[in-house]
């Protein structure tokens, strides 16, 4: 499922090419694409045909395209792209794709439309009202995700005390959406082993110095991530241009199961985890007492 990274490549993608136009029509041609949009899929393209798209958003894995202008302004388009959900930008006459759910149309003559392809339909795409006053228009479903690691208005200080609360294990901590979100299970691995932790160390041990080494490596992963357009596995994540991401090179522990850890040679180890698999150095990251 594409994390932080990988949603914030196709944000960037959406900014470029989508903000600021206005849409002429929508087709729906799967209605489980917008299965979330409780008033269905007819009344999802009337109420979008004629808005104006505004900036997108994205909080931890989620999308959000505020309504900048028209009928529905002070709603947004939310979008969740599941395991196999892409935005792409296409010729106008360019051939449907073979898992199109829906288009978009724009009024103006860049002769390009955004569509949304999903194969396994996961994804969806809904309209909602959005906090009131809130500057990014977030979307009211979404009030309740906690800020990215990447967010400028990231606390580092109240994570640290929600985690000395929480009274869990660091892996589970960092993919509790409601302490931070877009930390998915490839990039808490990757993080995690640059941190030296053990993906069952629990967190009300951690110190103050030692959450702030985690966060600083969390960053650094999705940095790098970002810089190669994000993790890709296979062709169902790309960004809206149709081009995959090649951070999948650099990954230290996620996936290598058997291969030598790059700092000190031991082969790195798959564990089942919470219908996951964590990847981990046994002598880089020692499993506490209990875990052992």
Same mark, same amino acid.
């Given at each position: 499922?594409?994390? #932080?990274?990988?949603? &914030?490549?196709?944000?960037?993608?959406?900014? =470029?090419?989508?903000?600021?136009?206005?849409?002429?029509?929508?087709?729906?041609?799967?209605?489980?694409?917008?299965?979330?949009?409780?008033?269905?899929?007819?009344?999802?393209?009337?109420? #979008?045909?004629?808005?104006?798209?505004?900036?997108?958003?994205?909080?931890?894995?989620?999308?959000?395209? *505020?309504?900048?202008?028209?009928? &529905?302004?002070?709603?947004?388009?939310?979008?969740? #792209?599941?395991?196999?959900?892409?935005?792409?930008?296409?010729?106008?006459?360019? =051939?449907?794709?073979?898992?199109?759910?829906?288009?978009?149309?724009? &009024?103006?003559?860049?002769?390009?439309?955004?569509?949304?392809?999903?194969?396994?339909?996961?994804?969806?795409?809904?309209?909602?009202?959005?906090?009131?006053?809130?500057?990014?228009?977030?979307?009211?479903?979404?009030?309740?995700?906690?800020?990215?690691?990447?967010?400028?208005?990231?606390?580092?200080?109240?994570?640290?005390?929600?985690?000395?609360?929480?009274?869990?294990?660091?892996?589970?901590?960092?993919?509790?959406?409601?302490?931070?979100?877009?930390?998915?299970?490839?990039?808490?691995?990757?993080?995690?082993?640059?941190?030296?932790?053990?993906?069952?160390?629990?967190?009300?041990?951690?110190?103050?110095?030692?959450?702030?080494?985690? #966060?600083?490596?969390?960053?650094?992963?999705?940095?790098?991530?970002?810089?190669?357009?994000?993790?890709?596995?296979?062709?169902?994540?790309?960004?809206?241009?149709?081009?995959?991401?090649?951070?999948?090179?650099?990954?230290?522990?996620?996936?290598? &199961?058997?291969? *030598?850890?790059?700092?000190?040679?031991?082969?790195?180890?798959?564990?089942?985890?919470?219908?996951?698999?964590?990847?981990?150095?046994?002598?880089?990251? *020692?499993?506490?007492?209990?875990?052992?």
């Amino acid at each position: 499922m594409p994390e #932080l990274p990988e949603v &914030e490549v196709v944000r960037r993608g959406l900014a =470029a090419w989508a903000a600021g136009r206005t849409v002429a029509d929508v087709t729906v041609l799967h209605p489980r694409a917008v299965r979330r949009h409780p008033q269905g899929a007819v009344d999802f393209g009337v109420r #979008l045909k004629g808005a104006v798209l505004g900036e997108p958003h994205r909080r931890g894995k989620y999308l959000w395209v *505020p309504v900048a202008a028209g009928a &529905e302004e002070g709603t947004a388009m939310v979008a969740h #792209l599941g395991m196999s959900g892409q935005f792409l930008i296409r010729p106008q006459d360019a =051939a449907a794709e073979a898992h199109l759910r829906v288009r978009f149309a724009f &009024e103006d003559d860049r002769g390009t439309d955004l569509r949304f392809v999903d194969q396994r339909t996961f994804g969806g795409l809904s309209l909602h009202e959005t906090v009131p006053g809130d500057p990014e228009g977030l979307p009211l479903p979404l009030a309740h995700i906690a800020r990215d690691p990447i967010d400028p208005l990231f606390d580092d200080d109240a994570f640290h005390a929600a985690l000395r609360r929480k009274r869990t294990t660091i892996k589970r901590a960092l993919l509790d959406q409601s302490l931070i979100s877009g930390v998915g299970n490839i990039y808490a691995d990757e993080a995690l082993w640059r941190s030296r932790l053990h993906y069952e160390r629990p967190t009300a041990g951690l110190t103050r110095p030692r959450t702030a080494e985690l #966060l600083g490596h969390i960053r650094e992963v999705m940095g790098d991530a970002l810089a190669a357009g994000g993790t890709s596995f296979d062709s169902m994540y790309v960004n809206v241009n149709g081009e995959s991401g090649w951070f999948d090179r650099s990954l230290d522990a996620y996936g290598r &199961e058997g291969k *030598p850890c790059r700092r000190c040679g031991t082969p790195i180890r798959r564990r089942p985890w919470m219908n996951r698999s964590s990847h981990y150095c046994p002598r880089c990251q *020692p499993a506490p007492r209990a875990a052992s």
